[in-house]
């Protein structure tokens, strides 16, 4: 093992190398941390690294001292995964479906095939599938090394011991048991027992147990704090068992506990591509010609980009219009047509026309290099980042796109041309892998994973996830290499026992120094219950400690005295207002005041979120039009009577075409959804013609007609969607009906359907024969229609239906809004007003109670 | 009493394989760690057991019952039977542990207690690309959004033409052209895609197809024809002929005999059906003419009569009724040309798309559980033709247990099946499998409860003999309880005609005590009675035994109403997991609401949401006037004018929340989304008015959980839309905190299984509950006698109902039926001494209650209806009455005074160092700069010099692999390694070089790195070159490979300058604090042999 005392690593001129690039990171802010803990502004700091950095360094020094070793050049990490991606897409016997995500199994394989010094299978002599396939894979690999002239870090390794260490080389530092290739890398380790790598025993940690993991966390970082606050010297460590899984637990608990990000440091950083300027970064480069709406949705309303303030309402309505169009994917000519002349989206409109003009530009393949400047450009003409340059994102964030592409474009050593499309794949990839910069947090207190801890020899310590399978669970072998070869060698997770050795060691040495030892572990998470690890004896007499309810410092507010307000009335309307959304508002009344004077009176509505294909309110639009213009062609039931079933085929597929005529079908798949639409619309129309046919002359002296109506005061805008004129002159009203629809929909009080008995009512006395809906069903035509018979009283009907459309235009002319649904939740299911209506604060959740108490029968 | 201590013992021999029925409370779970233990002493390595549970939660569960019993096997031997039995056991494991050094209890990770799930990931990380999972993916717990955008880019494929545009227009068309409805079917198809891929692997083949529907047709006509006593047989017939004769029905005129089991046969059964079965497929107790019996009159042979003594014989056999109803309706050709075109396509699509999921999943790098599973048979490959299995697993399985065998699926039989080939008997390998087939619950789950009774018929799974074990103590009901149940089950069985071949009686060893159930009666259901009455149940027995676990157990969430509430307004403390789901609760909606106003300007709903909530509180009159403003609420907001036009309290009110929300979008730039709603919440007071609220506290902790969420979600690559903010918070549930003390435990009793409680109260028995979805295709599958399969599909039918698709969902239907009555055996079972029933029989309209078909209290009926006559007495059934909506109660708000002003700044980072910004036409000159500028730093450390031309020489090999390596174009490098050849000669032939680089130099040394702090941040930084001159001043020089083309050098070097100032002075401010010496600062241009100085002015 190597361990160095941590005095000793604040050596001036002294080297560290650790097991990686989070323990330098983390090591090299300890180191500073204390320093200016002792009160330094200033001092020579030693150079920390990660053991791939360290051999990187000797292979350049070698390479500047001229030695035939030095011939080959290095790859980066990003050029080897890229080797690698290259190698699995070539082997044809493999077949992968996606190299990239194979390729970081298989360069961990040769990476540890290396490091613990394996033998390799040969194509011919590999026990398995598995292993077959990797040594096809190992042996492409080592020949495109060969080819580039180049070499990686592990392969490196292995030449351990040949050259001479530079000037200032590191001492391994932090290491319980390295491979056998590091080891001899790093050279002499200091000895077991005794010095610096003192043991100390299990004992010493005071054991805990938590409810869950969130709990743990918390109570880990509230002991922190005040020691971290106390004594400027103190390194506290809270080290967990899989931080990578913690994560989200661990940065909400740090947030909660101590009140921000930046006070404490943690071991594992965002990822760029999750920043905001970095969204709009990859928005921006997927502006194409042809662009799927929530992608465009999300770049054009992103603050980062160029008039994203000033036009900023004017971008945001634009896309709903945009959304409203249902269309999935959007063709640029059709954004630029919306936009038009419109002076307040002016700079989207320029900055769009200059990304299409990037792109039509750009060629269908060029180095890395060139894409990146392509790319760059994209980024200028969109004004990213959005703010001025002096502002500290502005710099941030520059710098952190500069250093990606200084490590992209070194792929061009290692790639063939790619296109946009690759290119851009690669950047995305590069951003997911490339973290924020950490900020100096306040506080020497570090959350890191239970291995990098070692490096920073705590003073204060405390181990968290200390569940069963704490420190032995994490490490597997490589399926691509021969068990055996593997548990001989002791690769981690290969065999027990040395799991079980290395992890006796690392909690021994952390608790060999250090003022304070604790360790904890979570009882449970959900429902699952996990035990304590028997590597620390503590826990298993420690009583879990009772839920404590966790609220972050910042949501430190008294609370609120809260005042009731009857707020169930708007304000009454004007006599003669006119309403928005004519008829529809009275079924929406029926069915729960709230919601009418939501939808109808605050445009309370959703931005709607376009699907592929037409959506069903188009499909119902579509097949009014259609039946609109059938009927405008025939004119009377005698032209139908006229024509045999050929002849209404024809007439159908002549209205559907004309009906058909807004739909614009501008992409291969609007192309065919279409043409798929009209053939349904065609059979759909014929079907009902053919149904139409059967029955008693009338003819049609409405269709889409609009007109205004007063009644109750109020003045309702009406569609009606067709009148027909009865032999006896009379007229009977058809309201089109695509999905489900009864009779019953027209029973008072509060009608489902209040639509056609209103035109009933509001039509001069006498002239009207009754209501009906027109079902439009391809399979089962219907007529459903009142009067039922000659014998129903109508006059009785009508006077119920005064009676009840009375009730509700008065309830609407003085502005009733409470929440009652007619129906209770089944009312609610499919209402989007929820948000608004707070009827859940009132009532409770309404479950299934109120629709007869039953689920379904 | 039944003893079944000997079936126990056996069930321990380690060289034999079992198949154990395990009923409800018998100790299974002891027994299979009593097992585990026995096998542990013979094994080479612990890793060669592994044993299956169905959840997480049960492995840790048995692993630490193995640990407790080796850290007891050290105590003295215990005096109880079974306790002695596994300390025994243990002691024989602990010294198996010493003597092969597995150190199990200081690595409990070694015992092999799985998931099927985890065995699966595991033997796919073993096998990863023989699995065809070669990138290793994480496993996605919620995989709706892979499912979606694989049935999305399947549908796409329209426009690729050729056979798979047909197939997919054809789908089109078949539904509609509704793409979202089949977009959806067609994901939903994909979660349980593991039952189908096989059937669709081939393609349809009709003949094929047809046949299978023939073979399941005739097999079941042959039980409807055996099931039809003999004497009722003849009458049949008779009838049937007489029928025949009045109809002039060729089917039937003449007939001599029941109709065959044939096919071509169904035609004649379905004639005879017509008079025995109503349309709606109940029996037809009355006959008229149209079925061919004339009026009595003319009606000599009493057939009417006859008739009727058929139809009541029939009816008395189980199950007949409904068998011939299921047939009614089918043809004998299951597919015209339509249906056909279409089963064809949905083959065509649901391939494509289960193969766009399998590409969806590579590239994201995830993969859901039916992935895994299918994955790991890949892996193990057929049972004929394993894979190399034996040479790529870490151990190999030398025993199997599995437990809850009865959930297993099709694919996970199908993996053991795989795992066991080739195991030969008395090679010591062994299987044990341990279930209770009562206890099957998990169809929707693809449990597929069949396979235990196949595997008890068989005796055999796959090439493993399995001998049967029966236990039948139940050790946790009282007898009293225990005997009713052995009562109820099989009646409920009977109820809806089911064998209760499943069923196996018990033996209680508690003592009976009384009454084991209670019943709760109601004629209608009435949510707020059944709330109320439950509240007060409960209320009595804490009371009356404090010490008493309750649960309150619903046959689905929506059947608990307001019990929750109620319970809570009472003060139970509770303990209700999955109940509640998070838009439910006020506070979460608000925030969520808010989150979709951030997202998006003109989302007016969000927008009045936000304005309507209780940290601002506008009434309606002022969100109209504001929604009455042209362009975006945001922008309204925003108008000085308009908020003049709103009462002076709604303005005020108004304008805090707008001035917040003005904030909160700038901070978008900057920060995570999640972390701007979170600050803007509490910016609002959202933390004060919660509390303020009713929630209180727990609601906050709701919102913290949303917040997590909320991080995820934002994360994720998937856009963040309205949609999916609601979709997301409307499906989940909020996790609630434990009370203190004894809690109520209120769940579904799916989730009831597997714990046991004092009491248990059912509510609700009275209701029905939601019908299934349906899927996009139906399909049954059954082998025959030979082992031979029959498939029928059947796609969803463009009209509301299909023949075919009828009768196979009718055949699912029978067993949701049965598992329906195992669901209620589960609730019961799970009462360690009392049971209250609750439910409703509505009146009929002969007067009398009787129970909804399909509701528990139907199923229980038989033992319950006499005592619900009893116990409503005469009282008169109250007319059904719709329940009444209670009066919302008043919007609740909070004066602005009371919460925070304003939304603080953000945390900005401070700038990192300016970077210098690629010039990308200029990207080769960068890389010789970076060359030349570290091959400059390597001539300032050395200490031994060659002459500058050797020197030079030798690097050029070096400039010439760095800059391949940074990815310069091959042609270039030779080019550009002479230009840094020639930077180098320029540089080091001056005399500034010769001067900077000076050997004699005092204190000289190249990249110093030196550690400096300020007050908010520590810093490395690394000076290129520095030294002490002979007049004892510090020189601090940088060195910058920038180029200049054009005039004005001079003007470019004031102006880079300038811009490095403020770092080469930080570094002078960093030595200074080390050494007092004067200080002069120097940039130095190698590639245009520039240089700038200025002395360092001390941070003045």
Request: glycine share 8%.
């Amino acid at each position: 093992m190597y361990l160095l005392p941590f005095a000793e690593l604040s050596r001036p001129g002294a080297g560290v190398v650790v097991p990686g690039a989070a323990s330098a990171r983390a090591l090299a802010l300890a180191l500073g941390l204390a320093e200016r803990a002792a009160g330094r502004v200033s001092w020579l700091a030693p150079a920390v690294t990660g053991w791939p950095s360290a051999v990187a360094a000797q292979h350049e020094y070698e390479l500047l001292a001229g030695r035939p070793a030095g011939d080959a050049f290095l790859l980066s990490a990003e050029q080897e995964l890229a080797l690698w991606q290259q190698v699995l897409a070539a082997d044809e016997a493999s077949a992968l479906r996606a190299p990239a995500q194979a390729a970081p199994a298989a360069a961990a394989a040769w990476r540890l095939a290396r490091l613990w010094r394996i033998t390799e299978p040969t194509p011919g002599g590999a026990p398995t599938t598995d292993t077959a396939a990797y040594a096809r894979w190992a042996a492409a690999y080592r020949a495109r090394l060969t080819a580039l002239g180049a070499t990686d870090a592990a392969t490196l390794l292995l030449r351990q011991g040949q050259e001479e260490a530079p000037p200032g080389a590191g001492r391994g530092h932090g290491f319980v048991d390295p491979a056998p290739a590091l080891a001899a890398w790093l050279g002499e380790a200091v000895p077991a027992a005794g010095g610096a790598a003192q043991r100390g025993d299990a004992h010493r940690y005071r054991g805990h147990a938590y409810t869950d993991r969130a709990q743990e966390v918390a109570a880990a970082l509230a002991w922190a704090a005040p020691i971290a606050a106390a004594d400027p010297q103190a390194r506290v460590v809270i080290a967990l068992g899989d931080l990578r899984q913690a994560e989200p637990v661990v940065r909400r608990a740090v947030r909660d506990v101590l009140g921000d990000d930046h006070a404490c440091y943690l071991g594992r950083a965002r990822a760029l591509a999750d920043e905001p300027p970095f969204r709009a970064l990859l928005g921006t480069l997927e502006i194409a010609p042809l662009v799927r709406w929530d992608r465009f949705s999300a770049w054009l309303r992103h603050g980062a980009l160029a008039g994203a303030t000033s036009e900023r309402a004017a971008r945001a309505l634009l896309d709903a219009r945009l959304r409203g169009r249902d269309r999935y994917e959007l063709p640029m000519a059709e954004i630029l047509a919306s936009i038009g002349d419109d002076a307040a989206l002016a700079e989207l409109r320029a900055l769009l026309e200059a990304l299409l003009e990037l792109h039509a530009r750009a060629p269908r393949r060029q180095p890395m290099v060139g894409w990146l400047g392509h790319f760059d450009a994209c980024l200028n003409a969109a004004g990213w980042p959005g703010v001025a340059a002096t502002d500290a994102l502005a710099t941030n964030a520059r710098r952190a796109w500069t250093e990606v592409c200084d490590r992209l474009y070194r792929l061009d050593a290692v790639l063939p041309a790619p296109t946009r499309a690759e290119a851009l794949q690669r950047l995305r990839q590069s951003l997911a892998e490339s973290t924020v910069a950490t900020p100096t947090p306040r506080q020497a207190i570090f959350v890191v994973a239970a291995e990098d801890a070692l490096a920073l020899a705590p003073t204060h310590l405390w181990l968290a996830g200390c569940e069963s399978g704490f420190l032995v669970d994490a490490a597997r072998p490589s399926p691509y290499l021969p068990i055996a070869p593997q548990r001989a060698a002791g690769v981690p997770g290969a065999d027990p026992g040395r799991d079980l050795w290395r992890a006796r060691c690392l909690v021994e040495l952390l608790a060999g120094s250090g003022r304070e030892h604790h360790a904890s572990y979570a009882a449970g998470e959900g429902d699952e219950r996990f035990t304590p690890s028997p590597l620390l004896p503590g826990l298993a007499r420690a009583a879990v400690t009772p839920r404590a309810t966790l609220l972050p410092r910042a949501w430190g507010q008294a609370p609120a005295a809260l005042a009731a307000c009857d707020d169930g009335h708007g304000p009454a309307l004007a006599r003669g207002h006119e309403m928005r959304g004519g008829t529809a508002v009275l079924a929406a009344q029926s069915a729960c005041p709230f919601r009418a004077f939501a939808r109808h009176r605050l445009a309370a509505g959703e931005v709607e979120e376009p699907h592929p294909g037409l959506s069903a309110r188009t499909r119902g639009t579509l097949v009014h039009r259609c039946l609109a213009e059938a009927w405008g062609l025939l004119g009377d039931a005698a032209a139908l009577a006229a024509l045999d079933a050929a002849g209404r085929h024809a007439l159908a597929a002549r209205a559907v075409r004309q009906g058909l005529r807004p739909l614009r079908h501008q992409t291969a798949l609007e192309r065919e959804i279409h043409a798929i639409e009209e053939a349904r619309l065609v059979e759909l129309v014929g079907r009902w013609l053919d149904f139409e046919a059967t029955r008693e002359p009338f003819s049609v002296v409405a269709r889409e007609q609009g007109e205004l109506v007063d009644y109750g005061g109020l003045r309702f805008g009406v569609r009606i969607d067709r009148v027909d004129r009865l032999a006896d002159g009379r007229l009977v009203v058809v309201d089109y009906k695509t999905g489900a629809c009864r009779v019953a929909d027209w029973e008072p009080p509060r009608m489902r359907e209040p639509q056609l008995p209103f035109y009933a009512l509001v039509a001069p006395q006498g002239t009207i024969a009754g209501i009906a809906f027109a079902a439009v069903d391809a399979d089962e035509p219907r007529w459903l229609q009142a009067p039922a018979s000659a014998d129903e009283d109508w006059a009785a009907r009508v006077a119920a239906w005064r009676a009840d459309l009375d009730q509700l235009a008065g309830e609407i002319a003085h502005g009733l809004a409470t929440p009652t649904p007619r129906d209770g939740a089944a009312t609610c299911r499919l209402c989007e007003q929820a948000p608004l209506c707070r009827l859940a604060e009132r009532s409770g959740p309404l479950g299934d109670e109120g629709s007869g108490g039953e689920d379904h029968d | 009493m039944i003893d079944d201590a000997a079936a126990r013992t056996r069930a321990l021999e380690p060289g034999i394989s079992f198949a154990v029925r395990a009923p409800a409370g018998s100790g299974k779970t002891s027994l299979l760690t009593q097992r585990v233990l026995r096998l542990l002493a013979s094994v080479e390595q612990p890793e060669q057991i592994v044993a299956i549970t169905f959840t997480r939660k049960a492995a840790e569960e048995m692993r630490l019952r193995i640990v407790e019993a080796l850290v007891a096997a050290t105590a003295p031997e215990p005096a109880d039977d079974y306790q002695r039995t596994t300390w025994s056991l243990a002691r024989a494991v602990v010294a198996r542990d010493a003597e092969r050094g597995w150190q199990l209890m200081a690595q409990p990770a070694r015992l092999r207690i799985m998931t099927i799930d985890a065995l699966c990931q595991s033997l796919v990380r073993q096998m990863p690309l023989t699995a065809g999972l070669p990138g290793l993916p994480a496993v996605e717990d919620d995989p709706g959004l892979l499912y979606g955008e694989a049935a999305r880019e399947a549908l796409a494929s329209i426009t690729h033409g050729g056979r798979l545009r047909d197939a997919v227009a054809c789908l089109l068309r078949h539904l509609d052209n509704d793409w979202s409805h089949l977009e959806t079917l067609l994901a939903e198809m994909l979660a349980r895609r593991d039952q189908w891929l096989r059937l669709t692997t081939a393609g349809a083949d009709r003949a094929q197809l047809e046949d299978g529907f023939r073979r399941l047709v005739e097999r079941e006509l042959a039980q409807l024809r055996q099931a039809i006593p003999a004497d009722s047989g003849a009458a049949l017939v008779a009838l049937g002929a007489f029928v025949g004769g009045q109809l002039d029905e060729p089917l039937l005129r003449g007939l001599a005999a029941l109709p065959p089991a044939r096919l071509e046969a169904l035609p004649a059964w379905q004639a005879l059906g017509r008079f025995l079965l109503t349309r709606s497929g109940e029996w037809r107790r009355k006959v008229t003419r149209a079925e061919g019996f004339p009026p009595k009159a003319d009606d000599p042979q009493g057939m009417k009569q006859v008739h009727a003594d058929v139809v009541t014989e029939l009816a008395a056999v189980p199950g007949l009724g409904r068998n011939l109803a299921r047939l009614m309706g089918l043809a004998t050709g299951p597919y015209d040309e339509t249906d056909w075109a279409v089963v064809l396509a949905l083959f065509d699509v649901l391939q494509v798309a289960a193969a766009h999921l399998v590409v969806t999943a590579d590239v994201a790098g995830r993969a859901d559980f039916t992935a895994f599973s299918i994955a790991a048979l890949a892996a193990l490959g057929e049972p004929e033709r394993p894979t190399d299995l034996a040479l790529a697993l870490d151990y190999q399985i030398r025993h199997l247990l599995i437990d809850e065998f009865q959930d297993t699926s099709v694919t996970q039989f199908e993996l053991v099946r795989r795992l066991t080939a080739g195991w030969q008997p008395g090679d010591g390998r062994t299987l044990f499998v341990v279930g209770d087939p009562m206890q099957s619950i998990y169809r929707f789950r693809q449990a597929e409860v069949s396979l235990f009774q196949r595997v008890l018929d068989d005796r055999a799974i796959g090439e493993v003999a399995l001998e049967p074990l029966a236990l039948a103590v139940n050790f946790r009901a009282q007898a009293g309880l225990v005997d009713w149940i052995n009562q109820a089950t099989p009646a409920a069985l009977a109820r809806i005609a089911a064998e209760p071949a499943h069923f196996v009686p018990q033996v209680a060893v508690r003592a009976a005590l009384e009454p084991a159930w209670m019943l709760h009666p109601a004629v209608q259901h009435d949510g707020a009675a059944e709330a109320a009455a439950v509240v007060e149940l409960v209320a009595r027995l804490r009371a009356a035994e404090p010490a008493a676990s309750i649960a309150v157990l619903v046959r689905s969430r929506g059947h608990l109403g307001s019990i929750v509430m109620a319970l809570q307004a009472a003060g139970v403390p509770l303990a209700a997991r999955e109940i509640r789901r998070f838009l439910e609760v006020p506070a979460v909606a608000d925030l969520v609401a808010l989150a979709r106003a951030l997202l998006h300007d003109a989302d007016r709903l969000a927008w009045l949401a936000v304005l309507r909530a209780p940290w601002c509180g506008l009434e309606l009159a002022a969100l109209e006037t504001l929604a009455a403003a042209s362009g975006t609420l945001a922008a309204a907001l925003a108008e000085p004018t308009l908020l003049q036009a709103l009462e002076p309290a709604a303005a005020r009110r108004a304008a805090r929340v707008a001035a917040i929300l003005v904030a909160a979008r700038e901070r978008l730039l900057r920060e995570p989304f999640a972390d701007v709603v979170e600050a803007t919440w509490v910016a609002l007071g959202g933390p004060a008015v919660v509390l303020g609220g009713p929630g209180g506290a727990a609601e906050l902790e709701h919102a913290r959980a949303v917040f997590a969420e909320l991080a995820r979600l934002a994360g994720a690559e998937a856009e963040l839309t309205a949609a999916r903010l609601g979709a997301h918070f409307a499906e989940r549930f909020v996790v609630p905190a434990q009370p203190d003390g004894q809690a109520v435990q209120v769940m579904t009793m799916h989730r009831a299984k597997g714990l046991e409680f004092d009491h248990v109260v059912l509510p609700s028995l009275g209701r029905t509950p939601r019908a299934e979805d349906k899927p996009l295709l139906a399909w049954r599958e059954e082998l025959d006698r030979h082992g031979r399969p029959a498939l029928a599909v059947a796609p969803l039918p463009r009209q509301r109902s299909g023949p075919l698709y009828d009768y196979l969902r009718a055949s699912a239907a029978a067993e949701v039926r049965e598992e329906g009555v195992r669901l209620l055996y589960v609730a019961l079972t799970r009462a360690r001494r009392q049971v209250h029933l609750f439910g409703h029989a509505p009146v009929g309209t002969d007067g009398a209650p009787a129970p909804r078909k399909g509701s528990f209290l139907d199923l229980l009926w038989p033992l319950l209806g006499d005592t619900f006559h009893a116990m409503l007495g005469a009282a008169a059934p109250a007319p059904p009455v719709r329940a009444a909506l209670a009066a919302p109660a008043p919007l609740l708000r909070a004066d602005p005074d009371d919460l925070p002003a304003r939304l603080p700044g953000p945390l900005v980072p401070a700038a990192a160092e300016a970077a210098v910004e690629f010039d990308w036409a200029g990207i080769d000159a960068r890389h010789v700069g970076t060359v030349t500028h570290r091959l400059l730093q390597d001539w300032g450390q050395r200490r031994e010099r060659p002459p500058p031309g050797t020197w030079i020489e030798g690097a050029r090999r070096f400039a010439e692999v760095q800059l391949r390596a940074l990815g310069m174009a091959p042609a270039r490098v030779a080019g550009a390694v002479e230009e840094v050849a020639a930077a180098l000669a320029v540089a080091l032939a001056g005399d500034r070089a010769t001067w900077l680089f000076d050997p004699t130099h005092a204190e000289a040394a190249a990249e110093l790195a030196l550690g400096w702090t300020s007050a908010d941040e520590v810093r490395r930084l690394v000076i290129d070159r520095t030294f002490v001159d002979a007049d004892g001043t510090r020189w601090i020089v940088d060195f910058k490979t920038g180029t200049h083309a054009g005039g004005d050098l001079a003007g470019w070097l004031d102006a880079e300058q300038a811009r490095y100032r403020p770092q080469l002075e930080r570094y002078a401010a960093a030595l200074a604090a080390l050494e007092p010496r004067p200080i002069r600062l120097g940039l130095y241009f190698p590639l245009v042999d520039g240089w700038r100085e200025w002395g360092y002015a001390g941070g003045a």
